[in-house]
RNA sequence: GCUCCCAUCGUCUAGUGGCCUAGGACACAGCCCUCUCAAGGCUGGUACGCGGGUUCGAGUCCCGCUGGGAGCGCCA
């Protein structure tokens, strides 16, 4: 059998307990690039057997996630709940060939065990009591346990970490139908991936320990088992396991945030790969670079700072209508509604190099599409003063009388006040900023002053003259 | 406790026995550019966890130790 020729089929499976954050979002990510590099698959599954803890709200955001990161699945999303009857028809299977069996202990005597074992300084597992016992207990509804070989090993040979050898000894016989009836996990996820037809199995290293027990499932079922790349783990910025203070959060908190997908994405695709000294990549850089086979073994902890210049990095190449319909979100998100795509893309173009996300975009951006009531205190004292009244003076009549309202021909204006009042481009420029800005921070004036409009900027020139003079 | 995994600057990483007086990036500091803020350029400091081997030679191979992580559920 040759493994190569095998159309690659990859997947992603999140239980929709809890949040989708970054961990989940990275082997999705691997497992998504692999199957695109390779001209693959790339299924969805839903993991939700535990009823009691998967919720509608929780998938949801898993899906709109997904879509937002642009991470498309071909097929799917599949939902495990929706596949019960297949898991059914396969614990039969075990039963009658003997492959698995009823064990009528109840939790109370499993909890005494496991407590008798740790005790003992041992591995706590279950003993195979009823593995060859064929009587009933009444009273018990029994649960199902697949029979682990007893001897000899399960070599996993893991594409991040080479070959990981496991004593069949060590592994007990895991339940794989509950005493109500309902599958469990492992026995889920080897009944899908070989139904699926998964050729290449990403997921977290946290699994490793699990892959033994399901490719003796695979071999019970006489079906190959995938290839297995176990990535390791996100850690926290504190090297501590990732929590909600740093990461731990729904991938949708980025984009409130304003983080572009592909800069998230092209963060976490250099945790724990690389290609050379190449900080920056765009998605078609990573489907055609990325390799999982040269995926670093280590965890690798999350780093905020970073993030955040790669997505600066990555809103200074985006398209302009790219940032525009983000600025919108970001405005609208502030209770500001802007519908102008000229403006706004107008808007993404002066700020671009001055933002590290969309969000801080907008927050620096207001001034461009609302008047201000009050001025920076800081910038309005030392800008708008007695000294500067004159050259606002002169700004607003030269600017008033310009015909051409493009930031060349305002440069001009400007530099040409400059020399009438033989000061510096400073001196003028900055109580400028501040009477039409509100602030002392801005795009360059020039194009500020284009964007703003000449009506808009004349009246904040009086009413800063106003203001100075009030004083 | 048992099993498994991991180990280069603060962080992400390059490094597959000599090209390593260990390279790049983020962050930090200084300088340059400059109408502000940025962006950009230049410069600087900081790392092979420890101990044994193997070898002419080890960050790179082997062993041990230490440290970190995961698993050991009628959770996924």
């Not at 990859?10 to 979002?25: E, K, N, W």
């Not at 209508?321 to 600025?327: C, K, P, R």
């Not at 606002?392 to 006040?417: G, M, P, R």
């Not at 800005?437 to 904040?460: H, N, Q, W, Y």
Request: hydrophobic share 40%; net charge negative; charged share 25%.
């Amino acid at each position: 059998m040759n493994e190569s020729t095998r159309p690659v089929r990859t997947r992603f499976a999140p239980s929709p307990t809890g949040m989708l954050h970054i961990g989940g979002v990275r082997t999705a990510l691997f497992s998504w690039l692999y199957a695109r590099h390779h001209q693959g698959s790339f299924v969805l599954r839903i993991e939700d057997t535990d009823r009691e803890r998967s919720t509608d709200e929780a998938t949801q955001v898993i899906l709109d996630g997904m879509k937002w990161l642009g991470l498309n699945e071909d097929e799917g999303p599949f939902y495990q709940t929706q596949r019960m009857d297949r898991y059914k028809e396969v614990i039969q299977q075990f039963l009658r060939e003997g492959k698995a069996y009823r064990c009528y202990c109840t939790k109370e005597e499993l909890e005494e065990m496991r407590a008798r074992q740790m005790a003992a300084k041992q591995k706590p597992r279950y003993d195979g009591t009823w593995r060859n016992r064929t009587d009933v207990r009444e009273g018990v509804e029994p649960v199902i346990r697949f029979k682990n070989p007893l001897d000899g090993v399960v070599v996993v040979n893991d594409v991040i970490h080479g070959k990981v050898v496991f004593e069949n000894a060590e592994l007990d016989d895991l339940i794989i139908a509950r005493s109500d009836g309902t599958p469990t996990y492992n026995f889920c996820v080897v009944v899908d991936d070989w139904d699926m037809g998964i050729t290449h199995v990403v997921r977290g290293d946290d699994h490793l320990n699990n892959t033994p027990r399901q490719i003796n499932m695979l071999m019970a079922l006489s079906a190959t088992p995938p290839v297995y790349a176990h990535v390791p783990m996100i850690l926290g910025a504190d090297g501590a396991k990732l929590s909600k203070r740093h990461g731990a959060v729904s991938v949708l908190q980025y984009q409130e945030e304003g983080y572009l997908p592909e800069a998230l994405l092209n963060y976490l695709v250099r945790l724990g790969w690389s290609h050379g000294d190449q900080e920056v990549f765009t998605m078609d850089e990573m489907i055609a670079l990325f390799d999982i086979n040269n995926v670093n073994k280590s965890a690798s902890a999350f780093n905020p700072e970073k993030l955040l210049w790669l997505n600066q990095q990555h809103i200074m190449k985006a398209s302009a209508s790219a940032l525009a319909h983000g600025l919108r979100d970001q405005f609208s998100r502030r209770g500001i509604d802007v519908d102008d795509q000229s403006l706004l893309e107008a808007i993404a173009n002066a700020q671009r190099e001055r933002a590290k996300t969309l969000k801080e975009m907008a927050q620096n951006s207001v001034f461009f599409v609302r008047d201000f009531d009050s001025y920076d205190e800081k910038a309005a004292k030392k800008n708008l003063t007695a000294e500067a009244q004159p050259i606002l003076a002169a700004l607003e009549t030269a600017l008033q009388n310009l015909d051409e309202w493009q930031a060349s021909a305002i440069h001009e204006v400007i530099n040409a006040v400059a020399a009438q009042f033989n000061t510096g481009l400073g001196k003028v420029a900055q109580p400028l900023r501040v009477a039409v800005c509100g602030g002392a921070v801005s795009p360059p004036i020039d194009a500020t002053l284009a964007i703003i409009g000449k009506s808009r900027t004349v009246a904040r020139l009086q009413k800063a003259q106003r203001h100075v003079a009030g004083q």
